[in-house]
């Protein structure tokens, strides 16, 4: 047998934090000794941080990064560790990771597939390296083999698929399967969507089947530069057999997930196999002097966590993916805690019960002293004792009522903020409102009525709401919670400087539909089956409503849209899967056959492509959102689309025409 101890390392990294990035990467390191690991895998650039965005092209970051490097390679003795960094070549710059062993760098592995789809722009910044290609960089004088690299160390022969490399068809793994690889290094930055972990365990599975090896999956953990979220998903696979993964969402800084493997067992499968050898294996090896240390045989052991085996992982992953982002948001901008404007809807609702699960979550990852230590600038909740004490200091919500507000949404406010220990305010803004309208009302020398001013009149007290939220935002140094949700995102229901001013909007990436069932699940079910939030009873059993009208209106949302799986229907076949108008009634007639008539899905496609394209201004200024699938629309993050536009003039004729062919007029809903 031939045995080695490795692990995929985890790290929390901020971009730029030099300081911070180095100490969590020696942490790691140094726990990789306690543990006695050979070989440490650390993610994709983790120096200097992946979201270092446009700052890539600063030339100071590359020569900082590898000068951060250096202040490593002492701390690796009897150890090999990989390390992420960029690093520039003849005026060009790469995402590369360095492999050191035993105090000495032995060589830099370069990305050869780049990103560039989603929120990633990775080509904007880096060169993707050519496969088969080798060259040196110079270092304090000193020449480095980089590129296409395969190193072998002491006969384990080690080579990397960098993120990106392990997604495409014809991935890197194949040719190093050819070079007689053992290990398979992936130093990873692959932020969170929902499910996102299947796919990534099927590749390193597969990829450790097809390629007969050791895989070593590293990711990064955490809000790292504000929109994406690392889940911190870590694992090791061999043969097809999955060895080991770690805890994902986790509050730690760093941590490992560790396996001992058998080189022989992969060797043996590819003695079995008839692989083609590969012409270029001995130019691209680089031979490195070393001793695996004498270990004993160990047992690995692969289990889901808990709250992944029960059958809610969309909720789960929601409510932990948030909560941790909400966590990191508000410890590396150095906030004192977060406001709610509490209305006691839905979407507010959800904002406040999000920071509560971030005290929940986090306490239970990490404990209440590590927790509060973590967020030592709060000096507020240093004495706190429990959960609930920590979330009265850092959680303050705000209802503001106005004539139009009912009795029914103000007690679901209440009981909420009562149920979480937040700290509550309660505001009547009916004389500001009616302030604002006289004045108007004096300039225009008319009333102002619902019968001719009735968007005027509503978004008038959503924005009266605003200063009193962000006056006890700045008061307590908080980050004040945008509640718009991306339902109304997608059409521009939402009032510019009313429901989504905000620091940070957390729910702008998640459709209303989804939402409404998270909380019910939150309240019924919760985290694990034990996590859960009464306190939503009362919301939950509310009609959506932005309650800005009168209440003889009887004023829902979907009244003034569509239903909300309608709506969001549209917008995943028109804007997801990019279909024009008419293309997009087809699927409604399939999707919702017998439940709405024809004429009803042709009126709300139409109003909707309206809604989208006049609206792109205000998407355009929302409060950044954290990205939690592949239907984003911050522009920032997945979809840009342009603020002036055709409108869909066309498209929408073509819409009207198919509608009025024969086949159009037949009547797919109740009069069938």
């Known amino acids: ?80 560790v990989s390390v992420g960094l960029p690093l520039m070549l003849n005026n060009k710059l790469y995402n590369a990771s360095c492999f050191i062993v035993n105090r000495q760098i032995r060589g830099f592995a370069l990305k050869k597939n780049l990103a560039n789809n989603g929120i990633h722009y990775e080509t904007r910044w880096f060169h993707a390296w050519s496969a088969g290609d080798r060259t040196n960089v110079k270092i304090n004088g000193i020449d480095y083999p980089a590129g296409d690299l395969l190193f ?23 040719e190093l399967y050819a070079r007689g690889v053992d290990i398979i290094l992936n130093p990873s930055a692959s932020h969170f969507s929902f499910f996102k972990s299947q796919t990534r365990e099927r590749f390193v599975q597969d990829g450790s089947r097809s390629f007969g090896c050791v895989y070593v999956y590293s990711n990064l953990l955490g809000n790292e530069a504000g929109r994406a979220i690392y889940d911190g998903d870590a694992m090791i696979a061999q043969s097809g057999e999955m060895l ?35 012409k270029t294996a001995d130019a691209l090896m680089v031979s490195v002097p070393f001793q695996w240390p004498e270990i004993r045989p160990a047992r690995n052991q692969y289990v889901l966590e808990d709250w992944e085996a029960k059958g809610y992982q969309k909720e789960e992953e929601f409510a932990r993916a948030v909560s941790l982002a909400l966590f990191d948001y508000l410890r590396k901008s150095r906030s004192q805690g977060f406001v709610v404007s509490l209305s006691g809807g839905a979407d507010s609702s959800a904002c406040a019960a999000l920071v509560y699960l971030m005290v929940e979550l986090g306490v239970e990852s990490i404990g209440i002293e590590r927790f509060k230590q973590r967020l030592s600038y709060i000096e507020k909740i240093q004495q706190a004792t429990s959960t609930k004490e920590i979330v009265h200091e850092l959680l303050y919500c705000i209802w503001q ?93 939402a009032t510019m400087d009313g429901d989504t001013a905000g620091s940070i909007s957390p729910l702008a990436g998640i459709d209303k539909t989804f939402l409404r069932k998270w909380l019910l699940w939150l309240e ?98 929302y409060a950044p959102s954290f990205h939690i699938d592949d239907r984003n629309l911050d522009p920032r993050t997945w979809l840009r689309f342009p603020i002036l536009s055709g409108g869909f003039e066309k498209e929408l004729a073509e819409l009207r025409e198919e509608a009025n062919t024969p086949l159009g007029r037949r009547r797919i809903g109740f009069g069938n």
């Open 1 to 80: 047998m031939k045995l080695i101890k490795l692990a995929a390392g985890v790290v929390n990294t901020i971009p730029l934090d030099w300081n911070g990035n180095l100490q969590n990467i020696l942490s790691c390191i140094e726990e990789a000794r306690n543990q006695e690991v050979t070989l440490l895998c650390l993610p994709e650039l983790s120096l200097s941080g992946y979201g270092c965005e446009d700052m890539f092209y600063a030339p100071y970051v590359a020569e900082t990064a590898l000068s951060q490097l250096q202040e490593i390679v002492p701390y690796t003795s009897d150890l090999a």
């Open 152 to 174: 072998e160390v002491a006969g384990a022969k080690i080579g990397f698929e960098i993120c990106e490399d392990a997604w495409i068809a014809n991935r890197p793994g194949r």
């Open 244 to 278: 080991a993964s770690g805890t994902r969402f986790s509050y730690t800084d760093h941590y490992m997930v560790t396996a001992t493997v058998d080189l022989e067992k992969g060797r043996l499968e590819q003695t079995q196999n008839r692989a083609v050898f590969s």
């Open 401 to 493: 009522g106005t004539e139009n507000s009912s009795a029914e949404t103000k007690f679901s406010a209440t009981s909420l903020a009562e149920d979480l220990n937040a700290r509550f305010y309660d505001v009547n803004i009916n004389g500001l409102v009616e302030t604002y309208k006289e004045l108007i009302e004096s300039g225009l020398d008319r009333k102002l009525s619902w019968d001719t001013d009735d968007i005027a009149l509503q978004n008038i007290q959503a924005r009266v709401r605003a200063p009193s939220a962000w006056l006890l935002t700045n008061i307590y140094n908080c980050l004040l919670l945008s509640t718009s949700n991306r339902s109304e995102a997608s059409v521009g229901y």
């Open 524 to 621: 019924e079910v919760g985290l694990g089956g034990t996590l859960k939030v009464k306190g939503l009873n009362a919301m939950n059993n509310l009609q959506p409503t932005a309650e800005l009208r009168p209440a003889d209106r009887k004023q829902t949302d979907e009244a003034d849209l569509m239903p909300y799986e309608v709506l969001n229907a549209i917008e995943t076949y028109g804007f997801r899967d990019k279909q024009p108008p008419k293309e997009v009634l087809k699927k409604l007639e399939l999707d919702f056959e017998g439940i709405y008539t024809r004429e009803e899905l042709v009126a709300w496609t139409e109003r909707f492509f309206r809604l989208w394209s006049r609206n792109q201004w205000k998407r355009e200024r």
